[in-house]
C-alpha cells in the first residue's frame, strides 16, 4: 500500500505561481513512477506530468511544458509540481498518482488540492 497526501493548492492570480506537494507512505520503495493528473468541472482526468523514481526521467503533457517543472525528493519521499505562468485554464483538482511497475495504470492515488487561477 503506498498512501499519497497532496497540499499546497489554492487561489492564485493568472501568471501567477504555486507549488504542490504530494507527500508518500508506506510502501513507497516499490513505487516506479509518480505522477500528476488534474480535472476540472465537467471535465475527465487528465494528465500533467510525471518522474521516474528512480532515475528522474519526466514527462509533460503539452499544455504545461515550459511552465511547469515536477521534481522528487527521495528522502523526504515527496513528489513537487511547481507552476508557473498559471492560467486560468489550468484550473482544476490536481492529484498526484503513483506507479508500482511499468506498463500497469497508476495504482494509487492522493485525495486532490484545488488549484485556482483567476484572471
Known amino acids: 500500500q503506498v498512501q499519497l497526501v497532496e497540499s499546497g493548492g489554492g487561489l492564485v492570480q493568472a501568471g501567477g505561481s504555486l507549488r504542490l506537494s504530494c507527500a508518500a507512505s508506506g510502501r513507497t520503495f516499490s513505487t516506479y513512477r509518480m505522477g500528476w493528473f488534474r480535472q476540472a468541472p465537467g471535465k475527465v482526468r487528465e494528465f500533467v506530468a510525471s518522474i521516474n523514481w528512480s532515475d528522474g526521467t519526466t514527462n509533460y503533457a503539452n499544455s504545461v511544458k515550459g511552465r511547469f517543472t515536477i521534481s522528487r525528493d527521495n528522502a523526504k519521499n515527496t513528489v513537487y509540481l511547481l507552476m508557473n505562468s498559471l492560467k486560468p485554464e489550468d484550473t482544476a483538482n490536481y492529484y498526484c498518482?503513483?506507479?508500482?511497475?511499468?506498463?500497469?495504470?497508476?495504482?494509487?492515488w492522493g485525495q486532490g488540492t484545488q488549484v485556482t487561477v483567476s484572471s
Open positions: 498518482a503513483a506507479m508500482l511497475r511499468l506498463g500497469v495504470p497508476y495504482d494509487y
